[in-house]
Nanobody, 117 residues
Framework: QVQFVESGGGLVQPGRSLRLSCAVS????????MDWYRQAPGKQRELVAE???????YYSHSVKGRFTISRDNAENTVYLQMNSLNSEDTAVYYC???????????WGQGTQVTVFS
């Protein structure tokens, strides 16, 4: 069973930056893509960024231009650089690998990001 271990979250003020990391057990190249999701209180989990095997990326409208997803295939690690954070970015952030049917069932604990004034 694959495991995703997220880290790097914290408490930050608006306008600041955070870098999230996701350590994956086994090769991340077995997945079509690697994704970062987030879930804010009272809301559904949403996809915010994706990086494909070829390095191409996707970002949701709400984070485009502020967040950057990257992958280190040798270290089986995925990153999410988050800049210009605002209160709407407050959420628990999760990473997952995309298979043919969508994300795997192996959700990790996530890492909490809280942006406060």
């Amino acid at each position: 069973q694959v495991q995703f271990v997220e880290s790097g979250g914290g408490l930050v003020q608006p306008g600041r930056s955070l870098r999230l990391s996701c350590a994956v057990s086994g090769s991340i190249n077995r997945f079509y893509a690697m994704d970062w999701y987030r879930q804010a209180p009272g809301k559904q989990r949403e996809l915010v960024a994706e990086v494909n095997r070829d390095g191409s990326t996707y970002y949701s409208h709400s984070v485009k231009g502020r967040f950057t997803i990257s992958r280190d295939n040798a270290e089986n690690t995925v990153y999410l650089q988050m800049n210009s954070l605002n209160s709407e970015d407050t959420a628990v952030y999760y990473c997952n690998g995309r298979i043919s049917s969508g994300p795997t069932d192996a959700w990790g604990q996530g890492t909490q990001v809280t942006v406060f004034s």
